[in-house]
């Protein structure tokens, strides 16, 4: 019942920054939290970031602390991940999730309690 549109990724520099958005549809009311993901070639789907869809809190994966920041637009429904001090290892695809009852903290950037997910946009960190 909900939908996820992806969009932003490219090729940036290292040092240099993006934005992601992440466009929800459907019954997005049902649901607690949107994540951000992303997997890199020949590596396991990690979780980056979530914000709670009720409070606004957030969590970050140690990784990405101080360098990306998850935010909200409720009017437009869109959520997203801007990325900054980019680094050639965070060169993955990315990917929003949509999950159901979840709050927000340490267990909540673990794939398995999202239900929805985006189909993807690359991000590439070129030397």
């Known amino acids: 019942q909900v939908q996820l549109v992806e969009s932003g990724g490219g090729l940036v520099q290292p040092g240099g920054s993006l934005r992601l958005s992440c466009a929800a549809s459907?019954?997005?009311?049902?649901?607690?939290?949107i994540g951000w993901f992303r997997q890199a070639p020949g590596k396991e789907r990690e979780g980056v970031s979530c914000?709670?869809?009720?409070?606004?809190?957030?969590y970050y994966a140690d990784s990405v602390k101080g360098r990306f920041t998850i935010s909200r637009d409720n009017a437009k429904n869109t959520t997203y991940l801007q990325m900054n001090s980019l680094k050639p290892e965070d060169t993955a695809v990315y990917y929003c999730?949509?999950?159901?009852?979840?709050?927000?903290?340490?267990?909540?950037?673990?794939?398995?309690?999202?239900?929805?997910w985006g189909q993807g946009t690359q991000v590439t960190v070129s030397s």
């Open positions: 914000i709670s869809s009720r409070d606004g809190s957030t």
């Open positions: 999730a949509a999950a159901p009852l979840l709050r927000v903290g340490v267990h909540s950037l673990r794939a398995v309690w999202y239900d929805y």
């Open positions: 459907g019954f997005t009311l049902d649901y607690d939290a």
